[in-house]
Structures are given as C-alpha cells and as structure tokens.
C-alpha cells in the first residue's frame, strides 16, 4: 500500500466514523481531515467534495455488503436452521456494531438513497455460497423465482433487524422472542 493509499483509507475511515455518528450534514470536509490526522488540504488530493467521499465510504461499507459477506460464514443442515442461524448471526452482529445501520440510513435520508444502485450494481455478489445453499435445500422451500426469494430472504432478515433496533431491549412477552419471529419468517403468518 502506498502512502497516498493508505491516506485515502485514513481519509474514507474516518469519514464513516463522523458519517454514522453526525450524518452527512453534520460532517465537514474539514472534520474528516482532522478525524484522519491529516491536512484539509490533503482530503482535495483524493476527493473533490464531501459527496465523492461519503459515495466511496457508502459503496465500501454498505450494510447490505457486510450482511451478505456475513451471510457466507451461516450454515445450517436444513432450511430452517441455515436461516434461523443466519438470523441470529446477523441481529448479533449489527446489535455490536450499529454504525451499519446509521450509513444506511443517512444514504436513505439524507441522500435520497442515490447511491444505492451503484453500491449494488458494482458489490452485490450474484454467487452468494449462503444463497446457493438456499437453493439446495428447494424441496423445503414454496415453489418461488430465484430471483424474488433472494429478495425476501434478505428483505426479511433485514427487516426484523431494523425492527428490533426500534424496539430496543423491549420485553419479549409483549413483542415476541428472536425464536417466534424466526418462525414466521420461515412459515409466513397464512395457516396452511
């Protein structure tokens, strides 16, 4: 790594640091180059504005990357414990770092998620090992595209992830336990 490389590392780290914790608003140019030890002027060496750096922080560190990669470390004998497994290893892993989320969220709200086709079109890996495990185990599986349960595996395990963020540490018995919405993520909430 050369040294104008390992500068633009320092410059994207701490520029994702001042992200999830100020927003993209709250963040200057000249807050990431102090956050990274370096000169203001040294930022416009690698970035011509704030919004080119916060597309490469977003790019390198979209939460949707980093739950797919951590997808790839879940295994399970069967459908549902490969997909119990890999709800709780995702919830565990985002309740330690939440950072994921926040960038997530300042693309979303503040930048009118814009950059999100281009984070997915140049990150998304089409030869996922936890999806092609999924589609080993299609007998267990309703008879649905490829495409559409790639989308509501992810859509799912996102989506109860964020909702377990909402309600905290909020008591089981009122909003039901990681197990039940495990269940229903995997029988739906139609009886047979």
Request: proline content about 3%; overall charge negative.
């Amino acid at each position: 790594m050369t040294l104008d490389d390992t500068t633009k590392t320092r410059i994207l780290n701490s520029a994702y640091e001042l992200f999830v914790e100020k927003g993209y608003r709250g963040s200057s140019m000249r807050d990431i180059a102090e956050n990274a030890g370096i000169k203001a002027g040294s930022v416009y060496n690698h970035f011509k504005t704030k919004e080119d750096i916060f597309e490469a922080v977003f790019i390198e560190k979209h939460p949707l990357f980093r739950i797919l990669a951590l997808l790839e470390e879940v295994h399970g004998e069967t459908a549902e414990e490969l997909l119990t497994n890999a709800v709780n290893r995702l919830d565990t892993e985002l309740q330690s770092e939440p950072g994921l989320l926040n960038l997530f969220f300042v693309e979303f709200v503040e930048m009118n998620g814009k950059h999100i086709p281009q984070a997915i079109e140049k990150n998304f890996p089409f030869d996922s090992n936890f999806m092609k495990q999924i589609f080993q185990m299609k007998d267990e599986i309703r008879d649905i595209r490829d495409p559409v349960l790639v989308r509501a595996v992810i859509g799912t395990i996102f989506a109860n992830i964020i909702f377990n963020l909402f309600i905290g540490d909020a008591e089981p018995r009122r909003w039901g336990t990681q197990s039940e919405m495990t269940d229903v993520l995997l029988r739906g909430i139609l009886k047979d």
